[in-house]
Each structure stands twice: as C-alpha cells, then as structure tokens.
C-alpha cells in the first residue's frame, strides 16, 4: 500500500505573510481615502508629524545650544546664521523654538491623556453605576464646571507652584469633567444594548462588562473631543507661560517667548513674537483640523456612503 505524500508548502507559512500583506494593503487605503477625502484635515496631520519630529529630534535640528548666552549677538536680526534671529541674550531662536516644541508636546499630550483616562473612567462607570453613585460623581462635577476652566487651572498652578508637571496636572484637572460628561452620556446609551445585556446574563462581573463592552464602545466621541482640546491645552500652557505661571525660565516656552518679546522688544525686534506666534498658529491649528476630519471620519452620520 502505497501512501501519498502532501508535497504542499505548509499553510501556516502562507497564511501570515498573506494576512500581512493585507492588513498594509488595508492600512494604505485608509490613509488614502482619508487624504483624498479630507485634505485639509490631512494637512492638519502632517503638520503634527512634523511637530512630533521636530520635538523628537531636536537635539539634531538645533543649531545652537538654546540656552547658550551670546551677548555679542544681542537682538541679532534673522538671517543665515541666525535664522530667527536672536533674543535680548543672544540666544538663537530658532534653536529656542524647536526645543519649545517638546514643551508643548509634552503639557499637550500628558494633560489631555491625563484627563481622558481619568474622565472617562470616571464617567463610564457612573453611568453604570447609576443610583446615588451617578448622582454624586455628578454632582461633584457640576462644582468643577461652574469654575471657569482658565480660573481653575490658575488657582491649582499658583498652589501647586510653577513648573513643567504641575502645569500639566492643572490643565488635565480642568478637561476632567467634560470628559466625564461626554462619556457619560455615550456609556447610557451604550448600556442598554443587546450585547450588554448580553454579557450580564451570562454572569460577567461588572468590572469586565465596563472595561470590555461599555468602555470600548464609548471611545470614538472621547477620542475626538480628546484631538481638538490637544490645541487647547497648547494654547492654554502659552497662555500660562505669557502670565510668568507656565515653564520657568530659562527654558524654552512658547508662551515665554511671546511674553519677553512683547514685553521690551516688540518695536525694535519684531521677530522674538513674530516667529513664536507662528509655530503656536500651525501647531493649534493642525490640531483643529485633523480634529475636525477625525470627528468626520469616525462620526457614522458624517461619514457619507
């Protein structure tokens, strides 16, 4: 009896580079779907990439030491040596700027990650909760709001003490309680769907039903709003830098940079604001618009056909 020998290349050797393949295949039609149809927003993208690049190497781009005094180049005007010129220190700024970047990068992403895990943690399970529970958190929250968030973020600096962390804390306290709102109000619709239910009758414990069905399914509108407040807490840590609250100096700070030219030098030397003001502008401004083509992206009734 003769036995058939399966001459055939293993399938498991086939099927990963196949599903591979595929899945890269899928991931560059997204992106090119999503440039072809928004643009503008695609735009606002590569403006933070080029941000995120700029903070990460930064060392490499610098041309000088951004804290470097050079007083003999005092007040030095923009041109190739100096491409943005130099402050009253004669520090270069445009090595200033790039390393402003990380700043910024920095109190924008740890204060909004911050505050979304935290508000909607918080609010996800208070609207699982329900009961005295829900009303209590909420409670507690009304009271935040009714703070002015620039007022709030004022008041816990100024106790905490000025400083690169505790900026960042402050401003992720104030976008706290908006993230619990919107999740909140996404996990009570939620909540009530089949598989939810679903997940309860075969005895789920409620941590697994949160953190499984009720949370995941709450994320695209947090992840959206999470985008377009990237911008405000930037613009929010140049607003506390500019008050003499944000980073202290000599570090480099958007916000610092605009408050020290506007303060002495914006007649004799226009560009310690003008040239702060602009990356402050385009970095801002990227973020709202890929916000805005995130929402449309992932928003169903947006979405188109």
């Not at 000599?250 to 610092?256: A, F, L, V």
């Not at 020290?260 to 003008?274: D, H, N, S």
Request: glycine share 10%; hydrophobic share 45%.
């Amino acid at each position: 009896m003769r036995m058939k020998v399966d001459n055939s290349p293993d399938q498991g050797t086939e099927v990963q580079p196949q599903v591979y393949l595929q899945t890269q295949q899928n991931w560059k039609f997204n992106i090119w779907t999503f440039v072809r149809k928004q643009p503008l927003g695609a735009a606002g993208g590569l403006s933070l990439l080029i941000l995120v690049l700029t903070a990460i190497f930064a060392p490499l781009i610098q041309t000088f030491d951004p804290l470097l005094q050079d007083v003999p180049n005092r007040l030095h005007p923009p041109d190739s040596r100096f491409l943005f010129g130099t402050d009253s220190f004669g520090r270069d700024m445009f090595s200033r700027i790039v390393h402003g970047a990380r700043v910024s990068l920095y109190v924008g992403l740890f204060s909004v990650t911050i505050g979304t895990a935290a508000g909607t943690l918080t609010g996800v399970t208070s609207a699982y909760a329900g009961g005295k529970v829900d009303l209590f958190v909420q409670r507690i929250v009304d009271a935040m709001q009714g703070i002015p968030g620039l007022i709030l973020i004022l008041a816990l600096v100024v106790a905490l003490g000025s400083s690169l962390n505790n900026v960042t804390l402050a401003i992720a306290v104030a976008f706290t309680p908006r993230m619990v709102r919107l999740s909140r109000s996404q996990a009570l619709m939620v909540k009530q769907e089949d598989y939810v239910l679903a997940a309860k009758s075969i005895g789920s414990s409620p941590v697994r039903v949160i953190l499984r069905h009720v949370l995941t399914n709450s994320m695209t509108p947090v992840i959206v709003l999470a985008t377009g407040y990237l911008g405000t807490a930037i613009v929010t840590e140049a607003g506390l830098s500019f008050l003499g609250l944000g980073v202290p100096p000599p570090h480099p700070s958007w916000g610092g940079m605009l408050q020290f030219g506007a303060r002495q030098y914006q007649e004799a030397a226009p560009w310690l604001t003008i040239f702060p003001g602009i990356a402050l502008t385009i970095t801002v401004f990227g973020f709202n618009l890929f916000g805005d083509a995130l929402r449309d992206a992932l928003d169903p009734q947006l979405r188109g056909h």
